[in-house]
């Protein structure tokens, strides 16, 4: 049985699980292992997503499962992004009572829900019958995503997406294959995105890997030819998870490519510095 949702295209035989680790064959269907199985719950400000241009101020309920379908060797959230099912303790909340969650903290200034921490589209279901009943209950839904999916499921999405940040790891195909990624995937999930709903852009600037001034120039000359008012978030990297050979991005280094980003993008931000 082929799994459908990202280019990796997983082959599956009877009860085998894909790359992410959170889609599986059972009886003969794919289906996501950890529907409505939360890691990961808390209120968080909106910026932390981050987002610097979608209802600053507010906060927003952020919800994560376990899984991801790329092999970043930096993952900050390695320990859900890389589980299993069964790996690790969950709470498990219906679609109905997640969005009833979301709209008891209506008064402490919650807008509606962020799909977040590991990589959400994995759990594609869970995201798109929660995303539904929070606009019915006139919420708003934001995706935190690295965008490694097909376009025929994410074009069925988006309609019940007001933002989305999503990660451009790079700009290069072999930086991507190094993370089990493919680039072009990435560019096409921007751009549809773009037409329909709130979009900002982060990259993490790995040293060595993914932080030249040509790179970092070429990608913002794409991001603007989509839009030059995507805002986009250059992050610094800290060694982590299986990448603690290199030091952390220095920061003249991170204000520099910021400042050459700027030649193309009208909104350019830092992270961690």
Known sequence: MICELCFHRCDLSEGQAGLCRARACRDGAVVPLNYGKLTSLALDPIEKKPLRRF??????L???????????PFCQNHEISMAGEGALETVELSPEALTDKALELRPHGN???AYTYNEPLVGYEYVRDCAALVHERGM?????TNGTV????WRELLPFIDAANIDLKGFTPEWYRKLGGDLETVKRSIALAAERC???VTTLLVPDENDSVEEV???ARWLASVDRNIPLHLSRFFPRYRMTDRPPTPVERVYRLANEAR???SFVYTGNC
Do not use: D, K, T, Y
């Open 55 to 60: 209802h600053p101020g507010s906060l927003i």
């Open 62 to 72: 952020s919800a994560g499962s376990f899984g991801c379908n790329l092999l970043c």
């Open 111 to 113: 807008i509606g829900i």
């Open 140 to 144: 708003v839904n934001v995706l935190v």
């Open 150 to 153: 097909e376009e025929p499921p």
């Open 198 to 200: 709130h979009v900002e």
């Open 217 to 219: 120039r070429a990608l």
């Open 263 to 265: 030649a193309c993008l």
